[in-house]
Nanobody, 124 residues
Framework: QVQLVESGGGLVQAGGSLRLSCAAS????????MGWFRQAPGKVREFVSA????????YYADSVKGRFTISRDNAKNTVYLQMNSLKPEDTAVYTC?????????????????WGQGTQVTVSS
């Protein structure tokens, strides 16, 4: 009963920036945590970042700390991922996820809803 739609992906040169958005619809009141995962071709899906409902709890993967920033606008039911200083290894399909349980997790198993993903390609 929750739908997530990502936007903002694209092609960017190394060192550049992109801002991803994920808009939730449906039973948005049931959403607690929102976060981002990514998956490159032939690689396992990995955690990127997540934030609690209030925004007081945030997690970042070590690989993106200092470069990526997650934020939420609960009035718009939207989570954002500002990606700066992008590297070729950031190239992946970025997927938004949301949980209905009151937890903020780096584990994909604890997320209930998923978007379709948006491609981010970083060229050298």
């Amino acid at each position: 009963q929750v739908q997530l739609v990502e936007s903002g992906g694209g092609l960017v040169q190394a060192g550049g920036s992109l801002r991803l958005s994920c808009a939730a619809s449906g039973r948005t009141a049931s959403i607690y945590a929102m976060g981002w995962f990514r998956q490159a071709p032939g690689k396992v899906r990995e955690f990127v970042s997540a934030m609690s409902k209030s925004g007081t709890i945030t997690y970042y993967a070590d690989s993106v700390k200092g470069r990526f920033t997650i934020s939420r606008d609960n009035a718009k039911n939207t989570v954002y991922l500002q990606m700066n200083s992008l590297k070729p290894e950031d190239t992946a399909v970025y997927t938004c996820a949301a949980s209905s349980t009151v937890v903020v997790s780096i584990t994909s198993l604890l997320y209930d809803y998923w978007g379709q993903g948006t491609q981010v390609t970083v060229s050298s």
